[in-house]
């Protein structure tokens, strides 16, 4: 599976985005798919992540309100709207993808996925 995201840039804090992240190769699995966030001097972050098999999702309490993670399984696509954006959400965001189900409580964790995207950067100026 090779993941590439799109759609990230430069916008003023309250703007939106809407990030992409194209699945090709064998995606069949049934494992969830993940946005995570690396800002500078940072650790890597949990964002959001998607359940394939049945839909749930989730969203790190930071971003709970103003971002919103879905996939379109048709064009293999997983996205990720962000609203009201803030300075701190500058940062590369990268998907990731499971090849198999894992439990809820572990869909949080960088570690559990397979694939990881390139990352897309993005900037939100003050």
């Known amino acids: 599976v090779q993941l590439q995201a799109s759609g990230g840039g430069l916008v003023q804090a309250g703007g939106s985005l809407r990030l992409s992240c194209l699945a090709s190769g064998r995606t069949s699995g049934s494992g969830p798919m993940a946005w995570f966030r690396q800002a500078p001097g940072k650790e890597r972050e949990f964002v959001a992540r998607i359940d394939t098999f049945n839909g749930a999702t989730s969203l790190a309490s930071s971003v709970q309100g103003r971002f919103t993670i879905s996939r379109d399984k048709s064009k293999n696509t997983l996205y990720l709207e962000m609203n009201s954006l803030k300075p701190e959400d500058t940062a590369v965001y990268y998907c990731?993808?499971?090849?198999?189900?894992?439990?809820?409580?572990?869909?949080?964790?960088?570690?559990?996925?397979?694939?990881w995207g390139q990352g897309t950067l993005v900037t939100v100026s003050s």
């Open positions: 990731a993808a499971r090849d198999r189900r894992i439990i809820t409580s572990a869909m949080h964790q960088a570690g559990v996925y397979d694939y």
